[in-house]
Antibody, heavy 123, light 111 residues
Framework: EVQLVQSGAEVKKPGESLKISCKGS????????IGWVRQMPGKGLEWMGI????????RYSPSFQGQVTISTDKSISTAYLQWSSLKASDTAMYYC????????????????WGQGTLVTVSS | QSALTQPASVSGSPGQSITISCTGT?????????VSWYQQHPGKAPKLMIY???NRPSGVPNRFSGSKSGNTASLTISGLQAEDEADYYC???????????FGGGTKLTVL
């Protein structure tokens, strides 16, 4: 059974850094893309970026390029989403998800989802 | 890239059929058979319901079906059940740089 287990809720102050995690199990972690999706309070879904754990090839949504960093540690089947300086507007639920991504066509969708990590940024 | 356009809400009675539309442009929905649909119950993670316009992942009931005509994709739920009450999001390939775009979401109420 494919499972993605995310780290717990975080409360941070503006300007602080943060790294949240997503551990995959039940499948071969290195051969599937894994990505992150943001959902702001009461709002819809926004894809942020995806990474291929096998070689760390990363693609970012233009909306999030330069705002966050996505990485993996394939030795522990874990993906990360990182901020260097949080803003109040980063307050949201963040989901990791195993992705289907065709490099040739660019077709992307998310097959399996983690339970979400709530990030609250407030002074 | 603008989000795909979905109705804010739809409703139906148990046993009925409903259809949720997802309108894009020639650059996304109309141009490719790369549409997927997600179901999200309140306080829960999204779940993939449809991919490749009309394919269902294993375990998704065949009451859920997808289709596309021109720049509009559709999700149809037949034999509506109380458990189908949720938010539904469509997504589509958008471009080589944007990759994908989501719709704004539709709240389905089962009366």
């Amino acid at each position: 059974e494919v499972q993605l287990v995310q780290s717990g809720a975080e409360v941070k102050k503006p300007g602080e850094s943060l790294k949240i995690s997503c551990k995959g199990s039940g499948y071969s972690f290195t051969i599937y893309w894994i990505g992150w999706v943001r959902q702001m309070p009461g709002k819809g879904l926004e894809w942020m970026g995806i990474i291929y754990p096998g070689d760390s090839d990363t693609r970012y949504s233009p909306s999030f390029q330069g705002q966050v960093t996505i990485s993996t540690d394939k030795s522990i089947s874990t993906a990360y989403l990182q901020w260097s300086s949080l803003k109040a507007s980063d307050t949201a639920m963040y989901y990791c998800a195993r992705a289907y991504y065709d490099v040739l066509t660019g077709y992307l969708y998310f097959e399996y989802w983690g339970q979400g990590t709530l990030v609250t940024v407030s002074s | 890239q603008s989000a795909l356009t979905q109705p804010a809400s739809v409703s139906g009675s148990p046993g009925q059929s409903i259809t949720i539309s997802c309108t894009g442009t020639s650059s996304d929905v109309a141009g490719y058979n790369y549409v997927s649909w997600y179901q999200q119950h309140p306080g829960k993670a999204p779940k993939l319901m449809i991919y490749d316009v009309s394919n269902r992942p294993s375990g998704v009931p065949n009451r859920f079906s997808g289709s596309k005509s021109g720049n509009t994709a559709s999700l149809t739920i037949s034999g509506l059940q109380a458990e189908d009450e949720a938010d539904y999001y469509c997504s589509s390939y958008a471009s080589s740089s944007t990759l994908m775009v989501f719709g704004g979401g539709t709240k389905l109420t089962v009366l």
